[in-house]
C-alpha cells in the first residue's frame, strides 16, 4: 500500500493502536527549555518515578535568557529562577543540559539541526510551538503540552489521535528577493490561520527542492501559524549532506544503514492525501504582515485589504481590531511606512544563512539613525560562526551590533521588547498583540527585506536594491 511521508514515520513509531484513530506513539528525541518544563518534572518526582531515557532529552534555556551580558546574573527574577530550575532538574535527572555560555547553548530548535539532534524519520516533540522547525529534516516534529512533557519524561511515549494528510505543492522558479519566509506568509495569507487545522502538511514542488536546508526550517517552522498540527519536507541528497559529520549524527556503518532508510522515506508516487494545494513560485513577491496575526500578509507592493474585500463577518471584526491596534487604514500601501525597530533572529531566522543574508545587504551601508536594532543569532554555534565568517564587523560598521543568542523579542519573555505603539520589522513567527512587547507592533518579513528597512527606516521592497 502507498503510503505519505507522514504516514511512513508514523507506522514506524507505532507502540499500540488504541482504536483507528488514535495510537500510542513513540519519541525518538524530546527537546525542554525552562517555560513549559517546571511543572513536569515536578510531576515525575511527585509520582516517584524516574526519568524514562533521560539521555534523549536535550534541554537548554532560551525563551527567557538575556542577549547580552549573558554570563552575569539574569537581572529579572522570574527569568532568573526558571533558568536556574531547569539546570537544577537536568542535574537531578541526569538530562543533557547546554546552559549561558556553553558553546552547544542556543535556542532549542536552532540547536537541534545545529548538533546532529535532529535526523530524518523521526519523531520529536518540544513544549514548544514551533517543534514543527524539525520536521524539515522529514521527521514528525510538533508541539506539546506541559502535561505531555511529562508524559514523555516518564514513559519516551505519547497517546496521540493522527492528523489527516496534506499536500502544499509549490512548483516554478523564485523571483529575485524572494526567499523562503515569503513563501510560507504567502501560503498563510492564502490559506489562512486556521487552513491547516487537522493536517499535518508536507510541502513539496520544485520551488521547495531548490532551498538549502536552513530554509526549508523556516517554511516548518511556521507551518503552525496556518493552523497545522506540524510541517514535513522529504528527506533529500541536501538532507543528507546537512546531517553528515555533525556531532550526533550516525558514524561509519551506522551512518550507512541509516542512510539507506532515510531513502526510503519520501512518499510514494502514488500515495492519497487527505488534501491537496497547488502554489506557483512565481506568484510571490516579497511578503509584509500588516495586521495582527500571520496570515495578514500582502506582497510588499500591494495594498492593505478594504473591509469590502475580507468575505467571512468574523474576519471582518478582527480586521478591524487590526486595524485599529496597528494605526493603518484600509486600503494603505505597506511601502513607505516608517518604521522604528528591526529584529534579526527567532527560531524561525536565527541561522547562519539569515545572518549571511543580512549581512550582505547591509554591507557598506548605515541604518537609518532612528531605528533600533535587534540582532540576535539563534545559537552560540550561530553566533561564533558569523564572528569567524567577519560578519559582526559588516553587521557593526553598518551601525548594528551582534548580540548573544536567545529567543529575544520574538516573544519579549526577556529584556528585549519593543515599546507601545513603536513598529518592529521581524524575522519571527507572531505578530499577535503585544508579541514583542505590551502594545507593541510587529510587521513579519524575511531577512532581506528587514535588512532594506533597516538601511531606509521604512517599508520598502528590497527587489529593488538588488
Given amino acids: 500500500m502507498a503510503k505519505t511521508l507522514f504516514e511512513k514515520v508514523w507506522d514506524a513509531h507505532v507502540v499500540h493502536s488504541i482504536d483507528e484513530t488514535t495510537d500510542i506513539i513513540y519519541i525518538d528525541r524530546h527537546l525542554v527549555h525552562e517555560v513549559t518544563s517546571p511543572q513536569a518534572f515536578t510531576g515525575v518526582e511527585n509520582r516517584g518515578i524516574p526519568v524514562s531515557r533521560p539521555n534523549l532529552t536535550t534541554a537548554t534555556p532560551d525563551h527567557n535568557v538575556p542577549t547580552k551580558d549573558q554570563l552575569s546574573p539574569i537581572k529579572e527574577a522570574l527569568s532568573r529562577k526558571q533558568v536556574e530550575t531547569l539546570e537544577a532538574n537536568c542535574k537531578n535527572h541526569n538530562v543533557p543540559y547546554y546552559g549561558l555560555g556553553h558553546e552547544n547553548h542556543g535556542v ?98 520544485t520551488a521547495i527542492e531548490s532551498l538549502s536546508m536552513e530554509a526549508r526550517m523556516t517554511i516548518c517552522n511556521m507551518s503552525i501559524e496556518m493552523g497545522a498540527r506540524g510541517g514535513m519536507i522529504a528527506p533529500d541528497e541536501k538532507t543528507f549532506a546537512y546531517v553528515e559529520g555533525k556531532d550526533f549524527a550516525p558514524k561509519g556503518e551506522d551512518w550507512d544503514n541509516a542512510l539507506a532508510y532515510w531513502k526510503t522515506l519520501p512518499s510514494d508516487a502514488d500515495a492519497k492525501f487527505d488534501r491537496e494545494e497547488y502554489f506557483k513560485a512565481e506568484d510571490i513577491e516579497p511578503m509584509v504582515t500588516y495586521g495582527t496575526n500571520p496570515g495578514m500578509g500582502v506582497g510588499v507592493s500591494g495594498n492593505i485589504p478594504t473591509l469590502d474585500d475580507i468575505k467571512e463577518e468574523n474576519n471582518k471584526i478582527t480586521f478591524q481590531k487590526s486595524m485599529e491596534y496597528m494605526g493603518f487604514e484600509p486600503g494603505d500601501a505597506m511601502i513607505g511606512k516608517k518604521i522604528d525597530w528591526v529584529f534579526l533572529g527567532s527560531c524561525t531566522n536565527g541561522r547562519i544563512e539569515d545572518f549571511r543574508i543580512f549581512a550582505e545587504f547591509v554591507k557598506g551601508k548605515q541604518k537609518a539613525p532612528h531605528v533600533n536594532p535587534l540582532i540576535v543569532p539563534g545559537s552560540k554555534g550561530v553566533e561564533q560562526q558569523a564572528i569567524a565568517e567577519g560578519l559582526d564587523k559588516i553587521i557593526e560598521e553598518a551601525g548594528f551590533t551582534l548580540r548573544e543568542p536567545g529567543c529575544s523579542a520574538c516573544l519579549a519573555m526577556n529584556e528585549d521588547k519593543v515599546p507601545k505603539g513603536e513598529y518592529a520589522v521581524a524575522t519571527s513567527n507572531r505578530n499577535f498583540e503585544g508579541r514583542q512587547g505590551p502594545g507593541s507592533r510587529t510587521i513579519l518579513a524575511s531577512p532581506l527585506t528587514v535588512a532594506a528597512c533597516a538601511i531606509e527606516g521604512k517599508i520598502v521592497d528590497v527587489r529593488e536594491y538588488l
Wanted: aromatic fraction near 6%.
Fill in 108 to 205: 532549542v530548535h536552532i540547536i537541534g539541526p545545529q548538533l546532529g539532534l535532529t535526523k530524518p524519520g523521526m519523531t520529536m516533540v518540544c513544549g514548544d510551538s514551533h517543534t514543527s522547525t524539525h520536521g524539515a529534516f522529514g521527521s514528525i516534529a510538533f508541539g506539546i503540552g506541559t502535561s505531555q512533557v511529562e508524559s514523555v519524561l516518564s514513559t519516551q511515549c505519547l497517546l496521540l489521535a493522527k492528523p489527516k494528510t496534506m499536500k502544499i505543492q509549490i512548483d516554478g522558479e523564485l523571483s529575485k528577493g524572494v526567499l523562503s519566509k515569503d513563501i510560507v506568509l504567502y501560503v498563510i495569507s492564502q490559506l489562512g490561520t486556521g487552513g491547516g487545522a487537522g493536517y499535518f502538511v508536507e510541502f513539496c514542488g
